[in-house]
């Protein structure tokens, strides 16, 4: 499985983040710093100007001063007394053409320091372009280090500010401002505004962090529910079959190496649908959870469980050393599932079955065992609900080709793949055709014809006779409206179409899509029926005959006390069994037998048929004794609808009496 979120990126998102949150702290200290400088620099000029102002303003005689480079006495007094005021430790005056005039330091010596130096010396390589700047008529300043020297500060400007005359320079006055306290101010505020700023940044980053972490936790929990959720099922919490399936790999594994044996138990639950069905789903869920428990209470700790899926669990028993371990958790477990269950305020019990299978006894490739368990288990079902198998090689391959009959057989009748042979039946003269018996036939695609004995057990045993049987009734009586002559047409019925009470309105939907007369149609029910539930059985057969359908009694004295159904039920004819027929012409008491069957059946006014009539000798045997239908390969075989030429001819000549002889012929020939 592929997990949609990658840690990768998350890495390289919060590299990012670090990355952009130090580069912030370092554009943001950079601006500061610059901006910093630029106000120390504004305020050295700020400073600088209103001093040479100031000294321009107060100083008398200043124009002589700049022009001759002699201070008259009051000026010189002035500038001792300005020599030092605020930041301002030095001054220099400079002539119009650059010339040094005075220094403030030196202004108890003599020449007051205008030593015949030019503007701008002390700036090397600049002094060129400093004097141009500043004769020019403009400010200059600029920021220097005293680096340890006695005279100077630590941090000073030296601001060059033209002294100004009716648009012409008298002069220029220089002007040292200390810098330092300034600068220290400045600074001290530079590093306050960083300091928050660094805080700042460090908190959104801080904070940043600690999102990324809570999003890497939200990942991580995430990925674990995804691994978790592709291993287990997401309702029980127990394993789901892939992961199931790896378990039983790894447990194959360690026993093949010499670890401890090991046997798959599968389970199902007996009556989930119904409760599903009457409670709803989320009650069904809450029963699959409390299976789910119930089977962790039971299993050891080196056991696995798991939903495969509906109602159907396994649990891996390790540790196994001999059948009777895994009976005895099978049966735990069978009992355990079969106490009630509270769901949805409402007290429900379901049951269950297990099948068992042990690895390296029953198989050694753990799908086969898988199978086997499942084949147990399928066995522990039929034999009764809430039981527990363990895997039998012979009954389940029985039960395993019984099993995939009737998923073909299924699939047989859903696809229509089965059709109906008529069998004639003739009068006692053996000459008037009278009617069909329709017959069910099966061509399996790969086990060619599969005889009705097979599959019609198979169809009741799982319930597809009712959907079956519905198509027969359908199919003969659709054939039949069909024929030319208005022939009967018998059905055979089985007992579990009775417990189905769709039965009577089966029969006259197929009489009313069909237009068949329903006298026409004849159903044939065996003395089996008869047994069970006898009351709800003769109600039925009553509202049969009531729309004017015939009843006959088929098999006759092969079951039980036959005669005692007799009255109970005014049947339209009897079937004499072919058992009696084959014994007949040569056994004497055979022959008394029918001979009473036949006189008794019709005091009741009950018409009688003899089946398997296969010899002239049983024929006439039957005739003698007053039979009044016959039956059997003599007279015709079971044949497909298409090759039942003779209705035709009967057709051709009377409805009821046909050519019988060449019904016969015709037969035979087709067989
Ligand atoms: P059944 O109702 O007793 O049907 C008569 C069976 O006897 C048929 O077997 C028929 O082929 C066979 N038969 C007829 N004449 C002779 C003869 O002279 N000699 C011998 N040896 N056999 C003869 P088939 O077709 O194999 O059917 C077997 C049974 O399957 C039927 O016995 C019936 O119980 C059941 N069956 C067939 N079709 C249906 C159906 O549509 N519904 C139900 N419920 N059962 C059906
Ligand atoms: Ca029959
Ligand atoms: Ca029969």
Not at 6 to 29: D, H, M
Not at 167 to 187: F, M, N, P, S
Not at 533 to 550: C, D, H, I, K
Not at 560 to 578: A, G, H, T, V
Request: with cysteine; net charge neutral; proline share 3%.
């Amino acid at each position: 499985m592929k997990h949609p979120i990658r840690k990768s990126s998350s890495w390289k998102s919060l590299g990012l983040w670090i990355a952009g949150v130090t580069a912030g702290l370092l554009l943001a200290g950079a601006a500061v710093r610059e901006a910093a400088l630029k106000h120390l620099n504004a305020d050295a000029e700020h400073t600088a100007l209103q001093y040479a102002h100031m000294l321009a303003a107060s100083v008398p005689d200043l124009e002589p001063l700049l022009t001759r480079g002699q201070p008259s006495p009051a000026a010189l007094e002035q500038l001792r007394r300005l020599r030092k005021a605020g930041d301002v430790f030095r001054f220099k005056m400079f002539a119009r053409d650059g010339r040094q005039l005075l220094v403030s330091d030196d202004l108890d010596r003599p020449s007051f320091g205008g030593d015949g130096k030019q503007l701008g010396d002390d700036h090397g390589a600049k002094s060129a372009h400093v004097r141009d700047i500043v004769l020019g008529g403009r400010n200059y300043i600029e920021l220097k280090e005293g680096a340890g020297r006695a005279d100077r500060p630590w941090l000073y400007s030296e601001a060059y500010v033209p002294v100004l005359k009716n648009g012409g320079i008298l002069g220029v006055v220089e002007v040292y401002v200390d810098q330092t306290a300034r600068r220290d101010r400045i600074q001290s505020a530079f590093v306050t505004v960083g300091g928050v700023v660094a805080l700042v940044l460090m908190l959104v980053g801080v904070m940043g962090v600690s999102q990324w972490r809570q999003r890497m936790h939200a990942h991580r929990q995430a990925e674990e529910r995804m691994r978790y959720l592709a291993k287990h099922d997401a309702l029980s919490g127990a394993l789901n079959r892939a992961s199931f399936n790896d378990v039983m790999q790894r447990a194959a594994w360690r026993c093949d190496t010499g670890g401890a044996g090991f046997a798959v138990l599968c389970i199902d639950l007996d009556r989930f649908k119904e409760i599903n069905d009457s409670l709803g789903h989320s009650a069904g869920d809450e029963v699959l959870q409390q299976v789910a428990q119930r089977l962790r209470g039971l299993v050891r700790s080196g056991d696995d469980r798991a939903r495969l899926g509906g109602d159907e669990f396994a649990v891996l028993q390790s540790g196994v050393r001999s059948p009777d371990d895994v009976a005895t958790l099978a049966k735990r477990i069978v009992e355990s599932l079969a106490a009630p269950f509270e769901v949805a305020g409402e007290t429900v019990t379901c049951g269950a079955s297990v099948g068992a299978a042990i690895y390296g006894v029953d198989a050694r490739a753990t799908d086969q065992l898988m199978h086997m368990a499942d084949l147990a288990l399928y066995r522990a079902k039929a034999g009764g609900r809430g039981t527990f198998s363990f895997y039998d090689g012979e009954l389940d391959m029985q039960l395993q080709a019984r099993r995939e009959l009737s998923r073909d057989l299924r699939a047989a009748i859903a696809a229509e793949a089965l059709t109906l042979h008529y069998q004639p039946l003739y009068a006692a003269d053996g000459v008037t055709l009278t009617g069909y018996e329709a017959l069910l036939r099966w061509s399996h695609a790969k086990r060619g014809n599969i005889p009705p004995s097979d599959f019609i057990p198979l169809a009741e045993d799982t319930g597809l006779i009712v959907p079956l049987g519905a198509w027969v009734l359908r199919q003969a009586c659709a054939d039949a409206a069909r024929w030319p002559a208005p022939l009967s047409v018998s059905v055979n019925l089985s007992a579990a179409q009775f417990r189905d009470d769709q039965l009577v309105p089966t029969v006259q939907a197929a009489l009313g899509t069909s237009g068949l007369d329903a006298t026409r149609l004849e159903l044939e029910i065996t003395e089996s029926l008869m047994m069970t539930n006898t009351e709800r059985v003769v109600q039925t057969l009553r509202a049969l005959a009531g729309m004017g359908v015939s009843i006959a009694m088929d098999d006759f004295g092969t079951g039980y006390s036959s005669l005692s159904y007799l009255w109970r039920f005014p049947f339209d004819k009897i079937k004499i069994d072919r058992a009696f027929t084959k014994d007949l012409a040569d056994d004497e008491k055979v022959s008394l037998i029918v001979r009473s069957i036949i006189s008794l059946a019709h005091a009741l006014q009950i018409r009688v048929n003899a089946e398997g009539v296969e010899t002239t000798a049983q024929m006439v045997a039957l005739q003698q004794h007053g039979c009044d239908e016959l039956q059997g390969f003599l007279l015709g075989r079971p044949a497909p609808l298409a090759s039942l030429t003779h209705l035709n001819a009967a057709s051709a000549s009377s409805a009821r009496r046909s050519t019988g002889a060449a019904a016969f012929l015709e037969q035979a020939a087709s067989v």
